[in-house]
């Protein structure tokens, strides 16, 4: 079988699709597909020369020379990538698996475990067997639980032909969905699972009324005792609605069951009906007393669990016996929230349809387009805003827009439909903190690219007058600062108190940036208002590495700092190590505490730990 490297991220999201071309597509066939993605090709391998330069041969293993050009190439572009070998035999359906895992946007390498993860959960056996023999992977045991919860029967056999065990945890997942066929599948390779639950409990999940009378009825104890949950296990009521039998579910009651009995977290058989989609089971256990208002210990009803789940035959089913469309839960999120923050359109559209209020807010006056935002569902907040969700609604307190949620996260494509959809680019917060104040302070480089382009102001500073650049030093993101350098954001910007992001980087104790930054032009002996440079505001916080980084780079020593001999200043080391704090130390000798810091770095090679103060806190 022909492979060839597989390189994440290139240039642009969409010319991922160049890979086809290594994997035998032809580009006739790609401007078939996605004749966008058709165009990037030819700019990104034609006009720029880039196939001619990496030098790649369909069915052939790359050599080191050109596995070292191919980094060279993306690093300019992003992070650095990994290297996934796949076979060329591999499907549209695995690519477009891919590319919603959208892992360039999130401003990290290729994770193998991710990628894994979602060809399971959308039921691509062949792209998780060969991502699984790729090597340097491990917890395989969660991709086989995702593959369980999208009841693929055929990746789970895959797995377990791999030798992967059927673990308790598989089962209890088996149970929990649903999925019969899977868990007697697990059972066949383990039978000891049957050992966990009773065989009550495996009658009344399977179905099979008739064990169900017998096994009630040769109990020593009173059938009411033996059809309860106990051990921590649900009820057998509870077993039976996963699965919606609901045979099981009439002869369970009969045999004198509570309807309304809960499990862990106060779920009743009409949550766990409604989360697996049961309609059946629904009705049933609405008509033998179930109330359909029931809640669980959060005030979650059975609807909000039905849009979580995106079950659109339990919505209709559930608002049509009455429950509350509109019900909030504890944090005030109704099921059209829940909908949106899982990302499941046709579960928003459904609700939206039978009426539930659109503009919702929970206690944070969060819509459910802050929601689908946070979660980066760009269907969800297409079919939201087409559905009239307000587009520039803020929460409380913060008083963020949906796009600040995007750019908070990392979730590009979220921040270009948005914008796209007329969000306002330059939204300030309670703050004064734009998106890309969102994205710079949690480190999102492709995302600051993409605000960027998309029109918000690089130099837009907050009330405090920081600029993007700012928050990401003082965060430690060195390579959101170095994106922010090629965007062309100044070097030199200070804050209202003359603070430079070197400043700021000092101050918090991030070597990587402070380097990265004075690599970048950013002058290393700049003062703020008090006349303070970048190697002070490290002294006065007591950030050794972050001293001898700077004392590295040339930073100028402070005048203070020669006032004594070296054998004065070699004493007073020798007398610091006496002293419990470095504070009465310096009140005696009538020095600063940046001073004794930086003497300390120049001339004390001990490794005593050197007290941190806390860190300032993202809002």
Same mark, same amino acid.
């Given at each position: 079988m022909e492979t060839t490297p597989f390189l994440w991220p290139l240039p642009n999201e969409i010319a991922l699709f160049a890979i086809r071309n290594l994997l035998g597509y032809d580009l006739l066939r790609l401007k078939e597909v996605d004749r966008r993605a058709h165009r990037l090709v030819i700019e990104l391998f034609s006009q720029q020369g880039y196939w001619r330069w990496l030098g790649f041969t369909v069915g052939k293993e790359p050599t080191q020379p050109q596995l070292g050009r191919a980094f060279s190439l993306v690093k300019c572009a992003g992070p650095r990538p990994s290297i996934l070998n796949i076979p060329a035999s591999t499907s549209p359906f695995s690519w477009k698996i891919i590319r919603r895992l959208n892992l360039a946007s999130q401003g990290s390498q290729l994770d193998l475990q991710q990628v894994a993860k979602?060809?399971? @959960?959308?039921?691509?056996?062949?792209?998780?067997?060969?991502?699984?023999?790729?090597?340097?992977?491990?917890?395989?045991?969660?991709?086989?639980?995702?593959?369980?919860?999208?009841?693929?029967?055929?990746?789970?056999?895959?797995?377990?032909?791999?030798?992967?065990?059927?673990?308790?945890?598989?089962?209890?997942?088996?149970?929990?969905?649903?999925?019969i066929a899977i868990a007697q599948c697990l059972t066949a390779h383990n039978p000891d699972l049957l050992r966990e639950i009773s065989k009550l409990r495996w009658a009344a999940f399977c179905g099979k009324t008739?064990?169900?009378?017998?096994?009630?009825? =040769?109990?020593?104890?009173?059938?009411?005792?033996?059809?309860?949950?106990?051990?921590g296990l649900p009820s057998?009521?509870?077993?039976?609605?996963?699965?919606?039998?609901?045979?099981?579910?009439?002869?369970?009651?009969?045999?004198?069951?509570?309807?309304?009995?809960? =499990?862990d977290f106060e779920v009743t058989a009409l949550h766990s009906a409604a989360?697996?989609?049961?309609?059946?089971?629904?009705?049933?256990?609405?008509?033998?007393?179930? @109330?359909?208002?029931?809640?669980?210990?959060?005030?979650?009803?059975?609807?909000?669990?039905?849009?979580?789940?995106?079950?659109?035959?339990?919505?209709?089913?559930?608002?049509?016996?009455?429950?509350?469309?509109?019900?909030?839960?504890?944090?005030?999120?109704?099921?059209?929230?829940?909908?949106?923050?899982?990302?499941?359109?046709?579960?928003?559209?459904?609700?939206?349809?039978?009426?539930? @209020?659109?503009?919702?807010?929970?206690?944070?006056?969060?819509?459910?387009?802050?929601?689908?935002?946070?979660?980066?569902?760009?269907?969800?907040?297409?079919?939201?805003?087409?559905?009239?969700?307000?587009?520039?609604?803020?929460?409380?307190?913060?008083?963020?827009?949906?796009?600040?949620?995007?750019?908070?996260?990392?979730?590009?494509?979220?921040? =270009?439909?948005?914008?796209?959809?007329?969000?306002?680019?330059?939204?300030?917060?309670?703050?004064?903190?734009?998106?890309?104040? @969102?994205?710079?302070?949690?480190?999102?480089?492709?995302?600051?690219?993409e605000l960027v382009t998309l029109g918000c102001p690089i130099q837009a500073t907050d009330f405090e007058g920081l600029t993007a650049l700012h928050d990401a030093?003082?965060?430690?993101?060195?390579?959101?600062?170095?994106?922010?350098?090629?965007?062309?954001?100044?070097?030199?910007?200070?804050? =209202?108190?003359?603070?430079?992001?070197?400043h700021w980087a000092a101050k918090y104790g991030h070597t990587e940036v402070i380097q990265e930054l004075v690599d970048l032009g950013c002058p290393i002996d700049a003062t703020d208002h008090q006349g303070q440079t970048a190697l002070q505001k490290a002294a006065r916080y007591g950030y050794m590495d972050a001293i001898k980084e700077c004392l590295r780079l040339g930073a100028s020593l402070p005048r203070e700092v020669s006032k004594f001999t070296r054998e004065e200043i070699n004493q007073l080391l020798e007398e610091a190590k006496k002293e419990?704090?470095?504070?009465?130390?310096?009140i005696k000798y009538g020095i600063s505490t940046s001073t004794f810091y930086i003497w300390k770095a120049l001339y004390d090679n001990s490794e005593r730990v050197v007290p941190k103060v806390k860190r300032h806190k993202s809002s």
């Open positions: 979602r060809a399971a @959960s959308f039921g691509d056996a062949g792209l998780c067997r060969r991502v699984i023999q790729s090597g340097n992977f491990s917890n395989v045991s969660e991709c086989m639980m995702n593959a369980i919860r999208g009841g693929h029967l055929d990746v789970v056999e895959m797995f377990l032909a791999m030798g992967v065990s059927a673990s308790s945890e598989c089962f209890s997942r088996a149970i929990r969905e649903g999925q008739e064990d169900i009378h017998q096994i009630v009825s =040769r109990k020593r104890v009173r059938s009411s005792e033996a059809l309860k949950g106990d051990n057998p009521l509870h077993f039976a609605a996963y699965s919606g039998q609901v045979g099981a579910i009439a002869v369970l009651y009969s045999l004198g069951a509570n309807i309304e009995e809960t =499990r989360m697996n989609g049961h309609t059946e089971a629904i009705q049933e256990l609405v008509d033998l007393g179930c @109330s359909i208002k029931a809640t669980d210990f959060e005030r979650l009803t059975a609807l909000h669990y039905a849009a979580w789940y995106g079950q659109i035959r339990a919505i209709i089913k559930l608002v049509s016996l009455g429950c509350p469309i509109d019900a909030t839960d504890l944090h005030g999120q109704t099921a059209f929230h829940w909908a949106a923050r899982e990302g499941h359109t046709e579960a928003i559209d459904t609700l939206a349809d039978l009426g539930c @209020s659109i503009e919702a807010i929970d206690r944070r006056k969060q819509t459910a387009l802050h929601k689908a935002a946070l979660g980066g569902h760009t269907d969800a907040i297409k079919v939201l805003i087409k559905r009239g969700c307000p587009v520039d609604a803020v929460d409380y307190p913060q008083s963020q827009t949906a796009l600040h949620k995007a750019a908070k996260n990392g979730h590009s494509l979220a921040l =270009r439909q948005l914008v796209k959809l007329k969000c306002c680019i330059d939204a300030t917060d309670l703050l004064a903190h734009t998106a890309l104040h @969102s994205a710079s302070m949690n480190g999102h480089a492709d995302a600051i690219r030093a003082m965060h430690g993101y060195a390579h959101a600062v170095s994106v922010l350098a090629d965007l062309e954001c100044a070097m030199e910007t200070t804050d =209202r108190k003359g603070l430079t992001a070197l419990i704090t470095a504070h009465n130390l310096c």
